[in-house]
């Protein structure tokens, strides 16, 4: 069965030093992966996606995240946070099924 | 284009009552999804249509809680004799097709449910 670990519930960052929100995923076969934001009283807003192409994928926002299969990690990360950025952030899975399954998310918090 | 959307956005009813919430998907899309959003967690899988049927009710928690989609695009998510613990955030979701590695969906904004 697939899943993911979110490690971090609530991380903080000044204002222009860079994010990592970090994510290990299980799965049996090759996952697709997922991060998607969530913003106070908005709807869930896909970042990136990981499909089996490249490793490194580059998403909205200046967001990218690294697919580690060795590692089985799927850390998202910015060099440079902006106090929007501030939301909450989930590291999703989806296999040959349909469900997404999410993590318990990571809040993080922009400092000016 | 017009994205998923849900209604009622708020939605405040009484222990016992009965509840119908809808969902509109992004137009051609044949998949839709339910998911619930506790307080303070992600959202968790309910129940998934491909066109009119229901491939994978295996998320509804329990037999109040029932979905629709009889013509392949609006939704009713049905919950019979609410429970406080029903308190949650319904998210919609649809996808151009399910079933394959790349299973993009597009969430609607949710109704809230307080079960008072």
């Known amino acids: 069965a697939q899943s993911v670990t979110q490690l971090d519930s609530h991380v903080s960052v000044s204002e222009g030093t860079p994010v990592l929100l970090r994510c290990n995923y299980s799965?049996?076969?090759?996952?697709?992966l997922f991060w998607y934001v969530q913003h106070p009283n908005k709807g869930l807003q896909l970042l990136l996606k990981y499909t089996s192409a490249a490793t490194l994928v580059k998403g909205i926002n200046g967001f990218e995240a690294e697919f580690k299969k060795s590692e089985t990690s799927f850390h998202l990360t910015k060099p440079s946070a902006h106090m929007s950025d501030a939301a909450e952030y989930f590291c999703?899975?989806?296999?040959?099924?349909?469900?997404?399954?999410f993590g318990k998310g990571t809040t993080l918090s922009v400092s000016s | 284009g017009a994205g998923v959307s849900q209604t009622p956005s708020n939605k405040v009813t009484e222990k016992g009552k009965y509840v119908e919430l809808r969902c509109d998907p992004i137009?051609?899309?044949?998949?839709l999804y339910w998911y619930r959003q506790s307080l303070g967690q992600g959202p968790e899988f309910l129940i998934y249509?491909?066109?009119?049927?229901?491939?994978?009710d295996s998320g509804l928690p329990n037999d109040r809680f029932f979905a629709v989609r009889p013509e392949g695009s609006v939704s009713t998510l049905k919950i019979q004799r609410t429970e406080r613990g029903d308190s949650a955030v319904y998210l919609c979701?649809?996808?151009?097709?399910?079933?394959?590695?790349?299973?993009?969906?597009?969430f609607g904004p949710g109704t809230r449910l307080t079960v008072l």
């Open positions: 799965s049996s076969y090759s996952p697709s």
């Open positions: 979701a649809s996808s151009q097709r399910a079933g394959s590695s790349y299973n993009e969906q597009f």
């Open positions: 999703v899975v989806s296999g040959t099924g349909t469900a997404l399954i």
């Open positions: 249509f491909q066109g009119t049927g229901a491939a994978d």
């Open positions: 137009s051609g899309h044949t998949a």
